[in-house]
């Protein structure tokens, strides 16, 4: 989806990056004031997401604090697809985003 392409970009909707582009006036996180939004902070630092993050790194155990893992493995896609949804941050430009599935080989 798009999301994965502007997050494997890093340039996702957040608000560093908005900032950037002069869409949003800060580029702080909306939860943590002090602390700019970025892939990595709202992935693994967040604590609003903590909740959706637990469930992540249950499912894919420490590898879940990997950035790199969690954007190109097609076994994490599933599992970064529910974090997404269940943090909401994304779903007024994309909606829910896909349970990607691997493919088959």
């Known amino acids: 989806t798009g999301l994965y392409i502007a997050l494997c970009s890093r340039h996702p909707p957040l ?9 949003v006036p800060s580029p702080h996180c909306p939860h943590c ?9 709202l992935m693994i630092a967040c604590p609003q997401y903590r ?11 420490q590898r879940a604090t990997l950035l790199p ?6 076994s994490a896609a599933p599992h970064l697809a529910k974090f997404l949804n269940a943090t909401g941050r994304f779903k007024q430009t994309f909606g ?3 349970l990607i599935r691997k493919l088959p080989d």
């Not at 608000?15 to 869409?23: D, Q, S």
């Not at 893992?69 to 097609?74: E, I, V």
């Open 15 to 23: 608000n560093l990056h908005l900032h950037c582009i002069r869409k």
């Open 51 to 61: 909740h959706a993050r637990h469930t992540l790194t249950n499912s894919l155990g």
């Open 96 to 98: 829910d985003v896909s």
């Open 69 to 74: 893992f969690l954007l190109s493995d097609p």
């Open 33 to 41: 004031p002090a602390t700019e939004e970025t892939i990595l902070h």
